[in-house]
T-cell receptor, first 113, second 110 residues
């Protein structure tokens, strides 16, 4: 059974550009969460979706947006990229909302130059 | 006060020794607690979950939870070089968000 898959694995963008990151949860998992992890820090919560509805948003600017599709896959969009957006972006899925441990994908390494 | 705190600096332990990691959390209604292991350049991997007060053992790992003190710990017995990684404490808060501490680096010295 496939785990959480994220694409792309690495990405280099220029300041001001826009980026879309993609995530496919484990089959049967209905909840998808996005996290940003900068070097030396723990993952920071960005968004959580459950049954295609946004259930939580972290302390990130409106340049960050996300959505969940009917097949429970998800996209994270970041507009007007800043150098400080360079980080590892992690997607995690869980069977339900607010229960059990989350399984993480391998992440997307975003570098903004 | 941070939601999840892991204050210890890097921990160096000899091979075969016990590594002890601590974590405190601020949200009193939290009911679900996790430890993740993260190797350098990789994503976090769930290694322990605990939901009730007391100890939970899984192989060489033991998680301890004290809800009254809002304290979670992880013991790694018979530490191996392959245990060298960053260990992240995570808590599902009352708003159903999974919040992480900043992590503790463990280095096992052969």
């Amino acid at each position: 059974d496939a785990g959480v898959t994220q694409s792309p694995t690495h990405l280099i963008k220029t300041r001001g550009q826009q980026v879309t990151l993609r995530c496919s949860p484990i089959s049967g998992h209905k909840s998808v969460s996005w996290y940003q992890q900068v070097l030396g820090q723990g993952p920071q919560f960005i968004f959580q979706y459950y049954e295609k509805e946004e259930r939580g948003r972290g302390n990130f600017p409106d340049r960050f947006s996300a959505r969940q599709f009917p097949n429970y896959s998800s996209e994270l969009n970041v507009n007007a990229l800043l150098l400080g957006d360079s980080a590892l972006y992690l997607c995690a899925s869980s069977p339900e909302w607010g229960e059990s441990g989350y399984t993480f994908g391998s992440g997307t390494r975003l570098t903004v130059v | 006060q941070k939601e999840v705190e892991q204050n210890s600096g890097p921990l160096s332990v000899p091979e075969g020794a016990i590594a002890s990691l601590n974590c405190t959390y601020s949200d009193r209604v939290s009911q679900s607690f996790f430890w993740y292991r993260q190797y350098s350049g990789k994503s976090p991997e769930l290694i322990m979950s605990i939901y009730s007060n007391g100890d939970k053992e899984d192989g060489r790992f033991t998680a301890q939870l004290n809800k009254a003190s809002q304290y979670v710990s992880l013991l790694i017995r018979d530490s191996q070089p392959s245990d060298s990684a960053t260990y992240l404490c995570a808590v599902i808060q009352g708003n159903n968000r999974l919040a992480f501490g900043k992590g503790n680096q463990v280095v096992v010295i052969p």
